[in-house]
C-alpha cells in the first residue's frame, strides 16, 4: 500500500519530477503539493491520515522549519523528511532538533533519501 504523503517543494520543476520518482522509487502517493508553509500546515491538518511529509525549507512564503515545528505533535507512524537545498551542519541540526527525522541535500543525496522513503513503505 503507497504511503499517503504530502510534498512541501515551490520549485514547479522540482515537483513535475519528484512525484513520478517517488511514486515508483519508494512507493508513495503524493496526495498533496504545497508551496507555502500555511499551505503545508492546512494540507497536513486535511490530510490527517498522512504518512510521510517531505518538506523544503525555503519555500514562496513561510519556511520549511515551521512547517516542522507544526508536525511536532505528530503519530508515531507518520515521518518526515527535509529535502533542501541548503543542508548546512547547523540547518541539519535544527531540523532535527525540531523533530524532522532526516534530512538530505537535493543535489547530492537523492539516493539515501529515496532508500529512506523506501524504508517506510517496507518497515
Known amino acids: 500500500m503507497p504511503l499517503t504523503t504530502i510534498l512541501v517543494e515551490d520549485s514547479r520543476t522540482i515537483r513535475d519530477n519528484l512525484i513520478p520518482a517517488l511514486e515508483e522509487l519508494a512507493g508513495v502517493h503524493v496526495v498533496a503539493s504545497v508551496e507555502t508553509a500555511e499551505g503545508a ?3 497536513l491538518a486535511l490530510h490527517g491520515s498522512w504518512q510521510l511529509a517531505i518538506v523544503d525549507l525555503f519555500l514562496k512564503e513561510g519556511s520549511g522549519l515551521t512547517v516542522i ?5 505528530r503519530s508515531r507512524h507518520q515521518h518526515l523528511i527535509v529535502l533542501t537545498n541548503y543542508p548546512t551542519p547547523e540547518m541539519r541540526r535544527r531540523c532535527l532538533a525540531l523533530g524532522a527525522d532526516a534530512v538530505f541535500d537535493k543535489s547530492t543525496e537523492l539516493d539515501a533519501f529515496f532508500e529512506q522513503c523506501q524504508g517506510y513503505q517496507t518497515g
Open 41 to 43: 500546515i492546512d494540507a
Open 69 to 73: 515545528r507544526a508536525c511536532q505533535g
